[in-house]
Nanobody
Framework: QVQLVESGGGLVQAGGSLRLSCTAS????????IGWYRQAPGKQRELVAE???????KYADSVKGRFTVSTNNVKNIVYLQMNSLKVEDTAVYYC?????????????WGQGTQVTVSS
């Protein structure tokens, strides 16, 4: 079973940078998409960035030009480089893997890592 562990969150001043990492352990099978989501207090979880196996990488409009999502070659680590951080980027960030193992679809979430941007 796939397990995801995020790291790299913390407190940063507006305009600063952070890099989040998410490490997948266990078999990830055939991956359909890897991505990052975030949830701010009182708000719904939203897509930040996603790398589909087929198709273009997607970014939320609010982070385009500031955030970059990437993976290592074997796709068991996904990164989110966040630059020019804004107060409104404050949220818990979750990584997500979606794929198939033995033809059965799966979706896995990490436990989340807090990112706090101060003014």
């Amino acid at each position: 079973q796939v397990q995801l562990v995020e790291s790299g969150g913390g407190l940063v001043q507006a305009g600063g940078s952070l890099r989040l990492s998410c490490t997948a352990s266990g078999s990830t099978g055939s991956i359909d998409a890897i991505g990052w989501y975030r949830q701010a207090p009182g708000k719904q979880r939203e897509l930040v960035a996603e790398i589909p196996t087929f198709g273009r990488t997607k970014y939320a409009d609010s982070v385009k030009g500031r955030f970059t999502v990437s993976t290592n070659n074997v796709k068991n680590i996904v990164y989110l480089q966040m630059n020019s951080l804004k107060v409104e980027d404050t949220a818990v960030y979750y990584c997500r893997y979606q794929g198939r193992i033995a033809l059965r679809q799966y979706e896995r979430w990490g436990q989340g890592t807090q990112v706090t941007v101060s003014s």
